[in-house]
């Protein structure tokens, strides 16, 4: 029998660790102190920490998917949290179509890709 994996968790890096706590608790997620002073992220079935570490070429090269059932709802309540308070270099793209698959890009406050897909 091969071993198992019963978690997996990324991390992922913040340029500025409050605005990036404020900007995921206001997408929904739930932050918990987590190790080393990072911020466990969690929201249905996803989980990442955040980090209080930055590299702008790793932050802007990361990406995270994220299955959702109704994209145009992330949609709005993204450009909805965006517009309404500055977070760092967060923003959003009108989401797009492709065959069967709507896709919405949001970047977070440093640059990290959010794709949210259906």
Not at 84 to 110: M, S
Request: proline fraction near 3%; glycine fraction near 8%; charge should be negative.
């Amino acid at each position: 029998m091969n071993p198992t994996i019963n978690e997996l968790v990324v991390y992922v890096p913040s340029e500025d660790f409050e605005v990036s706590k404020a900007f995921y608790t206001a997408l929904g997620f739930t932050l918990t102190e987590g190790w080393g002073g990072t911020m466990d992220c969690e929201l249905g079935g996803a989980k990442f920490r955040l980090q209080n570490y930055y590299n702008k070429d790793w932050a802007e090269n990361f990406m995270m998917k994220f299955n959702v059932d109704e994209v145009q709802k992330w949609y709005e309540h993204s450009k909805t949290v965006i517009e309404a308070t500055t977070y760092g270099h967060a923003r959003i793209a009108e989401p797009e179509v492709i065959g069967d698959t709507t896709i919405l890009h949001v970047w977070d406050p440093c640059g990290i890709l959010l794709i949210f897909i259906n």
